[in-house]
């Protein structure tokens, strides 16, 4: 258990809707991430935050969007589903944003599965 | 900017066998290195990490990785395969200067490992 905890842990939802993915980071970490896994596109970097602030952006859509709330804890927003969404949705947490000692912790992951 | 290759979408090996998963990068930084683990149907679990001290960094299950500038690589190895290593394996690279990529991860394509008895 890396003390990351992500829910729902498995969602399935309709093209066109909205959904939330739900992030707690370990406790002590400031820095939150989100990563897309799927299988065309392998383990792909969306958002950065730390501390609420955004870090760094990767690949992450338009219709995609996220937020880090004073408790640390993170949201995921994905609009107007496709079913090129369909993805496992990995947040991972780490204490510092870079450097050494960044070492990055990643929950089991949220599984959307868009119909 | 950064990028990881794997070499090898699927190794298999027989228990007991050396396990050899390649890795080579790109950095224009000197570069942190990391390898993780995916189990089926989990998240992804820290093997091992290079930040650019020891070259030849240990992880945990047995796994270790050395870091060669020369060749930018930072291939995995394990002495001897057991079942319970069959996992999908990612090398990820991270940059250590700060600037617009912080502290994210870019991941390789993963390395499918296959344990036969």
């Known amino acids: 258990d890396s003390g990351v905890t992500q829910t729902p842990k498995h969602l399935i939802t309709a093209t066109g809707q909205r959904v939330t993915l739900r992030c707690s980071p370990r406790s002590g970490d400031l820095s939150v991430y989100w990563y897309q896994q799927s299988l065309d596109q392998g383990l792909q970097f969306l958002i950065q935050y730390y501390n609420g602030e955004e870090r760094a952006k990767g690949n992450i859509l338009e219709r995609f969007s996220a937020q880090q709330f004073p408790d640390l804890h993170s949201e995921l927003n994905l609009s107007s589903l496709e079913l090129g969404d369909s993805a496992l949705y990995f947040c991972?947490?780490?204490?510092?944003?870079?450097?050494?000692?960044?070492?990055?912790?990643f929950g089991e992951g949220s599984w959307l599965t868009v119909v | 900017a950064q990028s990881v290759t794997q070499l090898g979408s699927h190794v298999s090996v027989s228990e007991g066998a050396l396990v050899l998963l390649r890795c080579n990068y790109s950095?224009?930084?000197?570069?942190?290195l990391f390898w993780y683990v995916q189990y089926p149907n989990q998240g992804l679990q820290l093997l091992l990490k290079y930040t650019s001290a020891a070259t030849l960094v240990k992880g945990i299950n047995g796994f270790e990785a050395e870091f060669k500038k020369s060749e930018t690589s930072f291939h995995l190895t394990k002495p001897s395969a057991h079942m319970s290593d069959a996992a999908e394996y990612f090398c990820?690279?991270?940059?250590?200067?700060?600037?617009?990529?912080?502290?994210?991860?870019?991941f390789g394509q993963g390395t499918i490992l296959t344990v036969h008895p």
């Open positions: 990820a690279v991270s940059g250590n200067a700060g600037g617009t990529s912080y502290g994210k991860l870019t």
């Open positions: 950095s224009s930084v000197p570069p942190y």
């Open positions: 991972a947490s780490s204490v510092v944003d870079r450097g050494p000692g960044n070492t990055i912790y």
